[in-house]
């Protein structure tokens, strides 16, 4: 996959543009969460439904929203401190790229077994 980003694979423009829409997010985090809140009142939307419980995921509408709220301001699950927009796309393409998660991702890995 980082070969289809082209000869800088994810350090050139896939960065670049990581950091830019990150960046507008946060300058527009609240129009954001404006926009997501509405859904939070929908009555046609189950955010619950029937589903196993998955540790680290949001149960509630309003979790969910907080969820979101925490990550466009730079927060890491478990952590107090705001990363800058460029520390921010650093550890998610660092996320992105470890082993241990595309291994989990990988079809013939055959955790099913």
């Not at 129009?31 to 009555?43: A, G, M, Q, S």
């Not at 995921?57 to 969820?67: I, N, Y």
């Not at 650093?90 to 079809?107: F, N």
């Amino acid at each position: 996959m980082v070969d289809a980003f082209g000869v800088y694979g994810y350090e050139g423009p896939f960065r670049k543009s990581c950091e830019l829409t990150l960046h507008v997010l946060r300058q527009h985090e609240d129009t954001l969460l404006t926009i997501l809140e509405t859904f939070v009142y929908d009555p046609t939307t189950d955010f619950i439904g029937k589903k196993k419980r998955t540790a680290n995921v949001p149960d509630t509408p309003q979790e969910v929203l907080l969820s979101v709220r925490s990550k466009v301001q730079g927060l890491m699950p478990g952590e107090t401190v705001t990363l800058s927009v460029e520390g921010h796309v650093q550890e998610l393409i660092q996320q992105a790229i470890s082993p241990e998660r595309l291994v989990g991702m990988y079809i013939g890995w055959c955790a099913f077994f």
